[in-house]
């Protein structure tokens, strides 16, 4: 009988090692399209966060807590986006790096909100994210407003006198930064002769496009992602129109020539300045290529989102209260990321968002020093 008695309290002991050893840990996501036809943003964002957490916790954790990290796929889809959000706030999970479709991080946000959990988008631009969001929302990449001046001036300038078609695919991402790039095309007194909207999603863009070539439009500017813009763009060449194409940071990735081949060449994009020739980005880039991978895109943006949300445990003491660790984030600090050094306003915006011109050339992109001059 003694024997079952001490065997009961060291199974009684074991389970409540084994609880305390799950409380220590810090349950955060990454969230995001793992899956459909964005799946490539995804594989970024879920590359960059999972590096981030390895690297982290060998590191020590976070004030000796380990990070487990969770994975939620929402398709760029809203309403999987709210299950998503919902899903991971049952788990317990303290913080989302997501989402990626400002279209999805809207919605989601409102759960987050309501459940308590933070949010750090590295991706979504829409200004409604933070505009309009609770206390527990951020970004670590910028805004259509500050993307849509680069490139409403650059088309301004350049641009003034050509046909210029600005078309989007009706998201929250492509609208907003269609219509803030209008904005300060405008602004600056150029005038586009055609809007036009599109599905995303579809294969067949005919009909557009023989709109745009009849029109005999000089620079087509997509509010959209690369899948459709990529499409849009070769069925353009098909039919003979040499329109240059402009976008902004959804367009970079190697997808794009995946899908437009020769075509893609000579497309112009904006996105911040490249984080994987930054000093504070040196050691993971080095780390991920050795592994055979790229970080591009938003791979580096979601690890600072990590990052950031960790230098926010740190500072607030621990992981249990969100709020105080979103006010400390708010208040700008400064935030050692691989973007470099980050200071977030009481928004929950960087501050000083920075964009730059790329360019696509023989299958590759990279900053044009012709366009930044």
Not at 16 to 40: K, R
Request: proline fraction near 2%.
């Amino acid at each position: 009988m003694k024997k079952y008695v001490l065997s009961g309290l060291a199974v009684g002991f074991a389970a409540t090692l084994a609880a305390s050893t799950a409380w220590a840990d810090i349950t955060i996501a990454v969230a995001g399209p793992i899956t459909g036809q964005y799946a490539a943003f995804g594989e970024q964002m879920k590359r960059g966060a999972e590096m981030a957490v390895a690297d982290i916790n060998a590191a020590g954790g976070v004030n000796g807590e380990k990070l487990v990290l969770e994975v939620g796929d929402d398709a760029c889809d809203p309403k999987q986006a709210v299950a998503v959000a919902n899903q991971l706030a049952s788990k317990g999970v303290k913080f989302v790096a997501g989402h990626f479709c400002s279209s999805s991080s809207i919605p989601a946000s409102k759960v987050y909100e309501e459940e308590g959990v933070l949010q750090i988008s590295p991706a979504s631009t829409n200004p409604k994210l933070t505009d309009e969001g609770g206390w527990n929302v951020a970004r670590v990449c910028g805004r259509d407003d500050a993307q849509g001046i680069v490139a409403g001036g650059f088309l301004a300038k350049n641009y003034k006198d050509k046909k210029i078609a600005i078309i989007d695919d009706k998201t929250a991402y492509g609208k907003g930064l269609a219509d803030e790039t209008r904005k300060a095309l405008n602004a600056a007194g150029g005038k586009e002769v055609m809007n036009e909207a599109y599905t995303a999603g579809e294969k067949d863009y005919t009909a557009l496009v023989s709109k745009l070539k009849e029109a005999a439009i000089d620079v087509v500017y997509v509010g959209g992602y690369h899948t459709e813009g990529g499409l849009i763009l070769r069925q353009l060449r098909e039919q003979g129109s040499q329109a240059l194409m402009v976008s902004g940071d959804a367009f970079v990735t190697d997808e794009f020539w995946t899908i437009t081949g020769p075509a893609g060449e000579g497309t112009i994009m904006t996105f911040a300045p490249d984080p994987q020739k930054f000093d504070a980005a040196k050691a993971v880039v080095e780390k991920f290529k050795a592994a055979g991978y790229n970080p591009e895109g938003y791979t580096l943006y979601t690890y600072a989102a990590v990052q950031a949300y960790a230098q926010g445990v740190t500072a607030a003491g621990g992981a249990g209260d969100n709020k105080k660790i979103a006010e400390w984030l708010r208040a700008g600090n400064t935030l050692k990321t691989v973007l470099g050094d980050l200071s977030l306003n009481e928004k929950g915006d960087i501050k000083d968002a920075k964009y730059v011109w790329y360019k696509w050339h023989d299958g590759k992109y990279a900053e044009d020093a012709e366009l930044n001059k």
